[in-house]
């Protein structure tokens, strides 16, 4: 079955550590996003890639870095530069004019 | 302000009861979608449209472009329908704006 893959569905991370969240789609979809989502806020765009090796920054990108070196993949870092990291997150795929298609997120508690 | 804004924020509604959620927007768009998500995280795309009306099962969706307003209907609601419903909009150039999502609880 078609769908997106995210990875760990919970994380824990001591403060000032990078971290990656893995993201993987088999949907052929173009365009990948990472969203940040927390309690009685709308989902927020952190990065958005409309193809391979290229990706622009979100509303929220200050701490994120990611890479698209592939169709399929769409990493995020959360940095130790994120003065907030800890939130629910969520990695989106789509063609042109079309629904998203999410992960079942991951939930990264960071102390 | 939010290019959507989504009416109301909390529900709890009697299990059988006809439920209408809410969503205006402010910015021109290509198409309008409704999104479910269950506790737990996950969301899944319940409706993409552009005018006019759909219907899926017990949920019907309406649009009134020139009102830049959408509700999300649910007939006989069911407890399995309690989630979180998620206006959001997309434009032609794939971005998506969301709104900030109604919580609903049907009660037995």
């Known amino acids: 079955d078609g769908g997106i893959t995210q990875s760990p569905k919970y994380l824990f991370r001591k403060e000032g550590q990078n971290v990656t969240l893995s993201c993987e789609q088999n949907?052929?979809?173009?365009?990948m996003y990472w969203y940040r989502q927390d309690p009685g806020q709308g989902l927020r765009l952190i990065y958005y890639?409309?193809?391979?090796?290229?990706?622009q920054k979100g509303d929220i990108a200050e701490g994120y870095s990611v890479s698209r070196e592939k169709k399929e993949s769409f990493p995020l870092t959360v940095t130790s530069a994120q003065k907030n990291p800890t939130a629910f997150y969520l990695c989106?795929?789509?063609?042109?004019?079309?629904?998203?298609?999410f992960g079942n997120g991951t939930r990264l508690t960071v102390t | 302000k939010n290019e959507v804004e989504q009416s109301p924020q909390n529900l709890t509604a009697q299990e059988g009861e006809f439920i209408t959620i809410n969503c205006s927007y402010s910015?021109?768009?290509?198409?309008l979608h409704w999104l479910q998500q269950h506790p737990g995280g996950g969301i899944v795309s319940l409706f993409m449209?552009?005018?006019g009306k759909k219907k899926h099962g017990r949920l019907i969706a309406t649009i009134n472009i020139q009102e830049k307003h959408s509700s999300l209907h649910i007939t006989a609601s069911h407890p399995r329908d309690s989630a979180v419903y998620i206006c959001?909009?997309?434009?032609?150039?794939?971005?998506?704006?969301f709104g900030t999502g109604t919580s609903l609880t049907v009660i037995p």
């Open positions: 989106a795929s789509s063609r042109q004019l079309s629904p998203l298609h």
């Open positions: 949907l052929n979809h173009d365009a």
């Open positions: 890639s409309q193809i391979v090796n290229d990706f």
């Open positions: 910015v021109g768009i290509s198409a």
């Open positions: 449209l552009s005018s």
């Open positions: 959001a909009v997309s434009n032609t150039g794939n971005q998506f704006y």
